[in-house]
């Protein structure tokens, strides 16, 4: 593990890890990432310099996204990047000093990419089923348990869980074939598969696994066509015995828009829930992050942390690492009072960010199997029209937009027609619950994938 001692090590790390999940260029990287320097960290504000505005337009455009998504990965914690203009800078030669701890071993701040494993799971009686029912499923005991089912909040260790059973299969059994995604990819994948004529390859890599990982299951609700192909690739797996686990925010029984059929087969096997963790488990959460960072907490401030969150596991570990970071670049020790501070700045920061126009249209473009451009455009045809209208729905209700500028949004529609389509929306909802089921659940996947 590479230790990250200041603000150009967090910057360097930050952008490694950009080259590599978004395969930027070595001339890209050059031109324009390396071409910044750190200035400071203040809050959940990242400041960066350089020396014009152009460079800083293009970042902004092109990079900052990225930045700031991989910035939230080596800190634990959601930040924002800011451009300052220095017209007298050479990133040759640094002109703003970073600050460097003055310890004579170097504390690290956080691995840049941390694996999740059994060991470094922290059980307690709010995941102990689940957490046995997975480590039982990674040594292929999974007969009782298939497809193992674990479902809870955001934030609670689901994905923690299923990278755990990935690498304790992976260990145990050399060649093993194991397909881990997100349900979105899984959905993007068939669909791609579809527009390129290739749906074959695509059920051939998926009936091929020994085990099938799937996190966040509860994202193909309603698109009839991932349904219909997943039911099928569930079919062969589990009769052929192979591994099946998924994930979810709520039990199979509540994903109201998802087929009866597929809802039977994800409840004939184990559902296992993960909770808020105790108050016994947080402090041992907090305990053990703070070990994985070579990092000091007096017991009065792990008490303190452990009392004030109490229902995300992902919030406590980010504290802890925003603590680790704080004393790491600028030496400030992990007081209540600083804790208090960082407390506050965590817990606004996960709160749901504005929700763009575009992922909404995107969404329910892929529920109606019509293409975004189309609902914006002046088609009328019935699917097209139907999946308009839901979309303008879903957008007031998410957004809170100004009907004006929702019409906007759809090639200029009016006021008047922004306000039929919602009428029609509600008025459809209450006469038709399955409509209503799809159209709620279009709504709660959107907000808890902000």
């Known amino acids: 593990m590479n230790p990250l001692t200041s603000l150009s090590d967090i910057y360097q790390a930050v952008v490694d890890n950009c080259v590599r999940e978004y395969d930027i260029s070595d001339s890209a990287r050059s031109l324009w990432l390396d071409r910044f320097l750190p200035v400071k960290m203040e809050g959940n504000t990242f400041v960066l310099a350089t020396d014009n505005e152009f460079r800083k337009e293009t970042f902004n455009s092109l990079f900052s996204t990225h930045i700031e998504e991989q910035l939230k990965v080596i800190l634990g914690v959601p930040m924002n990047v800011e451009i300052i203009i220095d ?93 881990y995604i997100p349900a979105e990819t899984f959905t993007n994948e068939f669909l791609h598969s579809i527009s390129a004529n290739n749906v074959e390859v695509f059920d051939e890599k998926y009936r091929s696994a020994d085990a099938l990982l799937i996190d966040d299951i509860q994202f193909i609700a309603g698109k009839e066509q991932t349904e219909e192909k997943f039911f099928h690739i569930f079919n062969e797996l589990y009769n052929q015995n192979k591994v099946i686990v998924l994930t979810s925010d709520r039990p199979a029984k509540e994903i109201k828009s998802i087929s009866d059929r597929l809802r039977t087969r994800f409840s004939s096997g184990l559902a296992a829930d993960v909770k808020p963790p105790e108050y016994e488990t947080r402090l041992a959460i907090i305990q053990r992050k703070a070990e994985l ?40 020790k992990p007081t209540i009072a600083v804790a208090q501070n960082v407390i506050k700045d965590i817990v606004t920061d996960h709160q749901p960010i504005p929700v763009t126009v575009d992922k909404i249209i995107g969404e329910v473009a892929k529920i109606y199997n019509v293409e975004p451009d189309e609902m914006r455009s002046q088609r009328r045809t019935a699917n097209i029209s139907q999946a308009r209208k839901v979309a303008i729905y879903v957008i007031q209700e998410v957004t809170g937009l100004p009907y004006e500028a929702i019409g906007q949004e759809f ?31 279009i709504i709660k996947n959107i907000k808890t994938n902000q």
């Open 87 to 179: 017209e007298g800078l050479s990133v040759q030669k640094p002109t703003i000093p970073d600050t460097i701890i003055s310890n004579s071993e170097p504390v690290s701040i956080i691995d840049k990419k941390m694996t999740y494993t059994f060991d470094n799971f922290i059980v307690g009686p709010s995941n102990n089923l689940a957490f046995a029912a997975a480590k039982a499923v990674s040594k292929k005991q999974h007969e009782k348990y298939n497809p193992l089912f674990i479902y809870g909040d955001s934030g609670l260790g689901k994905t923690h869980l299923l990278s755990a059973i990935e690498s304790e299969m992976k260990s145990n059994f050399p060649g093993i074939n194991i397909i």
């Open 293 to 332: 960072l070579h990092f000091n907490i007096s017991e009065d401030v792990i008490d303190y942390i452990a009392t004030k969150l109490k229902s995300n596991i992902r919030q406590i570990e980010g504290v802890v690492t925003k603590l680790n970071a704080l004393y790491t670049v600028s030496q400030v």
């Open 411 to 441: 090639n200029g529609r009016d006021h008047s027609t922004v306000v039929y389509a919602i009428k029609s929306v509600k008025e459809e909802m209450e006469r038709d619950s399955g409509f209503r089921s799809i159209v709620e659940d």
